[in-house]
């Protein structure tokens, strides 16, 4: 069976190769210019995935991607966008928006994003990152196999619980983390008293990445954390 996508993108130009390029990758794909009309389109296609522009006639992407989240919690949308500044990116995760993607972009890497997207709908990532690979975040590596965090000014040792909590943001790094995913797999449950542990968690790690303003762990209110690396 095919996969349903529902793209919404008002430059013509675009939207044609995206269109086509979807279609002859085996998508079911349904195109619309206009965020008044996306709704009324569920009542004739029911998506599994849907690839948003922020910027539209009308409605813009923000206000629908609300609209869709409250009708259609679980399914994945993806946001185009030509803004650069993290406040927009958070804007769309707010909204309810599960991944972006930066214009211009590579069709391909979109491909990609639809096809993990669809994968992770109702979960976070598996954090399995090899334990012998290290991961360039900025200016800093990260090398899980010896507990440790390169950072600009010196190493960092890790602890365990660093590390837990690492494993998942790093693999879902420029996505959502969903927090209560987090508390279960580290901890076990989701008690106010984990909870709290969690947050003092969060803020060590925060210091550890304050030498780059560039990489973040925002903290978005009723979902979890996006770590952010630019």
């Known amino acids: 069976m095919k996969r349903k996508v529902y793209y919404i993108e008002d430059e013509q130009f675009l939207g044609k190769i995206v269109f086509e390029t979807l279609e002859k990758q085996g998508f079911e794909v349904r195109w619309e210019t206009n965020g008044a009309r996306v709704l009324n389109g569920f009542k004739t296609f029911s998506p599994d995935i849907i690839v948003l ?108 619980r660093d590390m837990e909590i690492m494993q998942i943001l790093v693999a879902n790094r420029n996505q959502i983390s969903n927090r209560k995913d987090i508390l279960i797999s580290v901890w076990g449950d989701d008690s106010f ?23 973040q762990i925002q903290t978005l209110k009723g979902k979890g954390y996006l770590f952010l690396v630019r």
């Open 53 to 160: 522009d922020i910027m539209l006639p009308n409605l813009d992407g923000y206000t629908l991607c609300r609209q869709i989240r409250a009708l259609y919690p679980k399914i994945p949308i993806i946001f185009l966008t030509a803004k650069v500044e993290t406040k927009d990116l958070v804007k769309g995760f707010e909204a309810g928006g599960t991944d972006y993607m930066r214009k211009p972009f590579s069709i391909e890497e979109l491909i990609v994003r639809i096809k993990n997207q669809m994968e992770i709908v109702t979960g976070i990532k598996s954090p399995s990152i090899p334990q012998s690979e290290e991961i360039k975040l900025g200016p800093y590596t990260y090398k899980p196999g010896r507990y440790e965090l390169q950072a600009p000014s010196g190493k960092i040792n890790l602890s365990q």
């Open 193 to 215: 008293f984990n909870s709290r542990n969690l947050d003092v968690y969060i803020r060590k790690l925060r210091g550890y990445f304050s030498e780059d303003p560039k990489i």
